[in-house]
């Protein structure tokens, strides 16, 4: 499986954007870039995926770099509800995703 | 709207007991994995199961066996418990697709002693 390398940590202050960086240098052509995130003591969500172009939807936007080889979860105005650990996951096709360590979004009020 | 739901939420075991953690979906999907996660890490795959009647050992196999039970459930059994299998275990499931959503139930907290 392609990896991808995120930051550990990252702090936000509240209602201000948050830009979380992936990169994924050994991504393949049929490689989707996935994201989800994890509240506390919850199992992870899906926030939002995409292929080659820029995705928004009502949680997050996607901005992929034009040689697919980084992306950027965009979080447009963090809230406190925004605080969990963020997964960059390359997915191909039906396969079970494979987590790496994530980064942890702090969000401070 | 239950989605994935995990039995029992909670669980205690003494060294060499046996268990099974319980996991059904109400959505219809054809895809159903079981991963655990240990303090400050990742979730990783212990089994996955890709459609009713199969099932493929994930990273982390040893110590467990699974049984998908008919499309809704996927269980998963320690025959022998370990310290070492202390850990949150999450069932998870997806339909089948080029790019399909997986949905994760709330975990099950499990510590062997």
């Known amino acids: 499986d392609a990896k991808t390398t995120q930051p550990n940590s990252m702090e936000s202050n509240e209602e201000e954007p948050v830009h979380l960086p992936c990169n994924h240098s050994?991504?393949?052509?049929?490689?989707?870039i996935h994201w989800y995130r994890q509240l506390p003591s919850q199992g992870p969500e899906y926030v939002i995926h995409?292929?080659?172009s820029n995705v928004n939807n009502r949680m997050a936007s996607l901005a992929i770099a034009e040689d697919r080889k980084s992306s950027t979860l965009i979080l447009h105005r963090a809230t406190l509800r925004d605080a969990a650990v963020y997964y960059c996951?390359?997915?191909?096709?039906?396969?079970?995703?494979?987590f790496g360590k994530g980064t942890r979004l702090s969000v401070i009020a | 709207n239950a989605g994935v739901t995990q039995t029992p939420k909670f669980q205690v075991l003494k060294t060499g007991q046996s268990m099974t953690l319980q996991c059904a979906q109400d959505m219809n999907h054809n895809s159903m994995y079981w991963y655990r996660q240990d303090p400050g890490m990742g979730l990783r795959l212990i089994y996955y199961s890709a459609s009713e009647g199969t099932t493929d050992k994930g990273e982390v196999p040893n110590g467990y066996n699974v049984s998908r039970l008919n499309k809704r459930e996927f269980s998963l059994r320690l025959e022998s418990a370990a310290p070492s299998q202390t850990s949150v275990y999450f069932c998870?499931?997806?339909?089948?697709?080029?790019?399909?959503?997986?949905?994760f139930g709330e975990g099950s907290w499990l510590t062997v002693v």
């Open positions: 998870a499931s997806s339909e089948v697709g080029r790019v399909n959503t997986i949905y």
């Open positions: 995409g292929l080659t």
């Open positions: 996951i390359l997915r191909s096709g039906n396969t079970p995703l494979v």
């Open positions: 050994t991504i393949s052509g049929t490689d989707y």
